[in-house]
């Protein structure tokens, strides 16, 4: 499977505790993104890289979250002292870079995270 | 005013119709434009991309681009019951981000 996967698919969690996501892209794709989502709304943008490079944040994302690719593969998604409202669908998403404006995003099948 | 927005419907049309979807945005610089599939419970998957002013066929699937007027729209042809879900519009600009609308919920009846 030449996909993208995300791990763990579902994660229950206590308020206060913290969570990490991982995402392996599509091992030829250079851009990496994550995502946000919640019932009846389009995938919230929170940050994504180029290779290992961080390049762009959401204003909307809090000091709470954190996003890692150490060495361009694969990346990790951490939110420390989780709160209900973090509760939603985490996507990863790669992209190729062939300088070209036509390189789609491709998804992983989520992380869906429950912040009781 | 939001970046990228959409009805969130539901729009419902009979079977072998045509549905309507429309997007408009609001920055100037965007470049390309994408419209997504999401069934429920599922992750967006691509249908169609446009970045030229007019019209992309693909199969049952139109995009329509307008630069001028900011408005991206997706034409369905003989709508099916399998093309129930929610089509998110998608728009890329110069940071290589991907902004998306809230999605049309789209409901075909048999």
């Known amino acids: 499977d030449t996909g993208v996967s995300q791990d763990p698919r579902h994660k229950i969690t206590k308020r206060g505790q913290n969570v990490t996501f991982r995402c392996d892209p599509i091992?030829?794709?250079?851009?990496l993104y994550w995502y946000r989502q919640t019932l009846g709304q389009g995938p919230e943008f929170l940050t994504y890289?180029?290779?290992?490079?961080?390049?762009?944040k959401s204003r909307l994302l809090s000091d709470r979250f954190s996003a890692e690719r150490p060495k361009g593969s694969f990346s990790t998604l951490e939110i420390q002292r989780t709160e209900q409202g973090d509760s939603a669908m985490y996507l990863c998403?790669?992209?190729?870079?062939?300088?070209?404006?036509?390189?789609?995003?491709?998804f992983g099948e989520g992380s869906r995270l429950t912040v009781l | 005013q939001k970046e990228v927005e959409q009805n969130s419907g539901p729009l419902s049309v009979p079977e072998g119709a045509i549905a309507s979807l429309n997007c408009t945005y609001s920055?100037?610089?965007?470049?390309?434009f994408f419209w997504y599939r999401q069934y429920s419970g599922k992750s967006p998957e691509l249908i169609m991309f446009?970045?030229?002013?007019g019209d992309k066929e693909d199969g049952r699937f139109t995009a329509q681009l307008n630069k001028a007027s900011q408005y991206v729209s997706l034409l369905i042809r003989d709508s099916q019951p399998s093309d129930s879900a929610t089509y998110l519009c998608?728009?890329?600009?110069?940071?290589?981000?991907?902004?998306f609308g809230p999605g049309t919920r789209l409901s075909v009846l048999p």
């Open positions: 998403a790669s992209s190729p870079d062939w300088g070209s404006d036509t390189g789609e995003l491709f």
């Open positions: 091992s030829e794709h250079n851009r």
């Open positions: 890289f180029q290779n290992e490079a961080q390049l762009e």
């Open positions: 920055d100037r610089g965007s470049q390309s």
């Open positions: 446009i970045y030229s002013n």
């Open positions: 998608a728009v890329k600009n110069y940071g290589q981000n991907f902004v």
